[in-house]
T-cell receptor, first 113, second 109 residues
Framework: DGGITQSPKYLFRKEGQNVTLSCEQN?????MYWYRQDPGQGLRLIYY???????QKGDIAEGYSVSREKKESFPLTVTSAQKNPTAFYLC????????????FGPGTRLLVL | GQSLEQPSEVTAVEGAIVQINCTYQ??????LSWYQQHDGGAPTFLSY????GLEETGRFSSFLSRSDSYGYLLLQELQMKDSASYFC??????????FGPGTRLSVLP
């Protein structure tokens, strides 16, 4: 079955620690996205990538970094510079420019110890 | 920039019809999408309006009026399982998507 996987489901971060959230898709989609969702809120765009080896900042990129070395993978690193990282992180993909449907992974819930 | 507004909460009874509105401000876009998200889950795609008018998909319909900067999602024959949050989202010329704050729908028996 094609889809998007995210791991881990829950992640705990200590003060000053960088953590990396995994996102993999086997849908052969060109575009991938990372969103942050706080309780009772909408989705805010962190980073997105339309093609391998290229990515753009979204509305809340500060304190985060990404890479897109392979079409199927788009990992997100939450750095120590992100002072309030506790949130639900969602990865999504779409076929590419002009395609209207985004497919979401199950999400990773990040908690700070 | 782009921004969207939705009512924060809507309540309806099982079997009823409910409309969730979405107003937006943007200089341009490809289309308006709707997503459903159950508590603790991931959003799932419901519908997309590229053109003005009504799109129907089973019990769900979505409407767009570009001249009024307005769209809505219409849910018919409400079921308990429709209790969820619903998000509208602007397709920013295929570059990315901008989501609204979401509307929490509660369906009562």
């Amino acid at each position: 079955d094609g889809g998007i996987t995210q791991s881990p489901k829950y992640l705990f971060r200590k003060e000053g620690q960088n953590v990396t959230l995994s996102c993999e898709q086997n849908l052969n989609h060109d575009a991938m996205y990372w969103y942050r969702q706080d309780p009772g809120q909408g989705l805010r765009l962190i980073y997105y990538s339309q093609i391998v080896n290229d990515f753009q900042k979204g509305d809340i990129a500060e304190g985060y970094s990404v890479s897109r070395e392979k079409k199927e993978s788009f990992p997100l690193t939450v750095t120590s510079a992100q002072k309030n990282p506790t949130a639900f992180y969602l990865c999504a993909s779409s076929i590419g420019k002009g395609q209207e449907t985004q497919y979401f992974g199950p999400g990773t819930r990040l908690l700070v110890l | 920039g782009q921004s969207l507004e939705q009512p924060s909460e809507v309540t309806a009874v099982e079997g009823a019809i409910v409309q969730i509105n979405c107003t937006y401000q943007t200089s341009g876009f490809y289309g308006l999408s709707w997503y459903q998200q159950h508590d603790g889950g991931a959003p799932t795609f419901l519908s997309y309006n590229a053109l003005d008018g009504l799109e129907e998909t089973g019990r769900f319909s979505s409407f767009l009026s570009r001249s009024d900067s307005y769209g809505y999602l219409l849910l018919q024959e409400l079921q308990m399982k429709d209790s969820a949050s619903y998000f509208c989202a602007l397709d920013n010329y295929g570059q990315n998507f901008v989501f609204g704050p979401g509307t929490r729908l509660s369906v009562l028996p």
